[in-house]
């Protein structure tokens, strides 16, 4: 079970770093962006990250990050979106409006790669042998309220993750490179 744990923890490991190395080579090879000029676009020009201080909006990926802005692939602009998905100002054709997507499709996929190895790696070790372990480690009589702390302990645990890995994962504090 030990090295079966080790190797899970390595791969589990390895396969995390290479999901945050991969939103990483997005945000490097995104297209460029210049920010707009019109004061609607000036939420989409920069934003204040906690470790940076104000960050200049400068590729499509920091533009799509940002709530209510879009890409224009015809001008390289960043511009406010309106609600309809569309440059608001109609600056922009429909065609070349980004609201979702800058185009790194190997990128896109190398990341969807990294995320089923991760579960894979996870699945074959880190998944059920703590579980186990935890079952056997105490005596009889204290088996039921051992597992139970350590259950409560782990669903805490989910929950402060859960509860704080957005706010982690914005622009504003370490992006998703830093959070993966």
Do not use: H
């Not at 920069?46 to 200049?56: P, Q």
């Not at 645990?157 to 706010?167: C, D, E, H, P, R």
Request: proline fraction near 3%; glycine fraction near 8%.
């Amino acid at each position: 079970r030990r090295f079966l744990i080790l190797v899970s923890l390595f791969l589990v490991t390895l396969s995390l770093i290479s999901l945050g190395l991969s939103f990483y080579l997005q945000q490097m090879f995104s297209p460029y962006a210049v920010p707009g000029t019109d004061a609607i676009d000036e939420k989409c020009s920069y934003f204040d990250n906690v470790f940076s201080g104000e960050v200049v909006v400068d590729s499509c990926f920091l533009c799509l990050q940002l709530d209510k802005c879009g890409y224009c692939r015809d001008t390289q602009t960043c511009w406010a979106a309106s609600d309809g998905g569309s440059d608001v100002l109609g600056r922009c054709s429909d065609s070349m409006w980004e609201e979702t997507s800058c185009g790194n499709g190997l990128l896109g996929w190398l990341a969807v790669l990294c995320m089923v190895a991760y579960l894979l790696f996870f699945g074959i070790g880190l998944s059920s042998i703590p579980w186990t372990v935890n079952a056997e480690i105490y005596p009889q009589r204290a088996r039921s309220l051992g597992t139970s702390i350590a259950t409560s302990v782990n669903w805490a645990g989910n929950v402060i993750v859960s509860a704080t890995f957005l706010s982690i994962a914005s622009p504003s504090v370490l992006s998703e490179c830093g959070a993966f």
